[in-house]
């Protein structure tokens, strides 16, 4: 299982360049839930998952969830 942290409205995943692919397979991988958990809270985004991936059935478990720092221009509530 990968542990990966997803944008709850894009549907998006984290990458390990900063960006947002839609392709799990693609997203950064963390060892730890609380390190994507951390690293979710300062990413400029509302509300977000951190998922763990299952690659062999393409599943998606749902471990913890949250709130960024918000859009730019906005405030996380």
Do not use: C
Request: aromatic content about 8%.
């Amino acid at each position: 299982m990968t542990i990966l942290v997803e944008n709850a409205e894009s549907g998006e995943y984290l990458t390990t360049a900063n960006l947002w692919t839609k392709i799990p397979i693609d997203g950064k991988p963390f060892k730890k839930v609380i390190d994507a958990f951390e690293a979710a809270k300062k990413e400029a985004i509302g509300r977000f998952n951190v998922v763990g991936y299952v690659g062999e059935n393409k599943q998606l478990i749902n471990l913890n969830h949250g709130r960024g720092r918000g859009l730019p221009g906005t405030a996380a509530a």
